[in-house]
């Protein structure tokens, strides 16, 4: 099945230490978006690949990088990670922005914890 | 600014109805998503509406009034699978997904 897949399900590191999030996708879809949700709240857009232009949230940290190295693959990398950065981190593809009633879809996620 | 509004929580019977309200205040409109979001996993789609009226899926069905600003989903015969977060979402007129926080629905046997 066509789908969307997020390594790994959960990741432990330390205040400080930086982490990459890895997020694949077999829909060929154009469109990737990393979320950060934290408990109870709306998923927070950090930002998103269409094809290969880069389209960052103005209130994204500078903490926060991102890596689309194919149409297949795209990377969350958080250089320094803060205790405030503990959350889950969504991946989710499109194939288009403006596509009508075509919505997003999302991994399972990556729980990351700051120890 | 843009505002989605959701109730935070609901409690409904299993096999009862129950209806959970959206209202928002975007920049412009290209559509409004309802997800489905049990703890811990990633939201996965349930509806989308763009034109007003009810969109009729199975169990679930979700309503749109583009003037108020205003949706609703309603689920039919609760199941307890059923006991998650239901996160509404539009799209604006840049075409970015604006979110919900969502509501947590507890289905009691």
């Known amino acids: 099945d066509a789908m969307v897949i997020q390594n790994p399900r959960y990741q432990v590191t330390q205040f400080g230490k930086p982490v990459t999030l890895s997020c694949s996708q077999t829909?060929?879809?154009?469109?990737m978006y990393w979320y950060q949700q934290k408990s109870s709240q709306a998923p927070k857009l950090l930002f998103h690949?269409?094809?290969?232009?880069?389209?960052n949230e103005a209130d994204t940290p500078d903490n926060f990088q991102s890596r689309r190295p194919n149409t297949s693959f795209c990377f969350l990398d958080i250089r320094s990670p803060g205790l405030g950065d503990a959350a889950m981190y969504l991946c989710?593809?499109?194939?288009?922005?403006?596509?009508?009633?075509?919505?997003?879809?999302f991994g399972d996620g990556t729980r990351l914890s700051i120890l | 600014g843009q505002n989605i509004d959701q109730p935070t929580e609901m409690t409904a019977t299993e096999g009862a109805i129950v209806q959970i309200n959206c209202t928002y205040q975007?920049?412009?409109?290209?559509?409004l998503f309802w997800y489905q979001q049990h703890a811990g996993e990633a939201p996965t789609f349930l509806s989308y509406?763009?034109l007003d009226g009810l969109e009729e899926k199975g169990r679930f069905s979700s309503f749109l009034s583009r003037s108020k600003g205003y949706s609703y989903l309603l689920l039919k015969e609760l199941q307890m699978k059923d006991s998650a977060s239901y996160l509404c979402?539009?799209?604006?007129?840049?075409?970015?997904?604006?979110w919900g926080a969502g509501t947590k629905l507890i289905i009691k046997p």
């Open positions: 989710a593809t499109s194939r288009d922005q403006g596509d009508s009633n075509q919505p997003q879809h």
């Open positions: 829909l060929n879809h154009n469109v």
């Open positions: 690949y269409y094809d290969k232009d880069f389209n």
């Open positions: 975007t920049s412009g409109f290209n559509g």
């Open positions: 509406n763009v």
């Open positions: 979402a539009v799209r604006d007129s840049n075409y970015q997904l604006i």
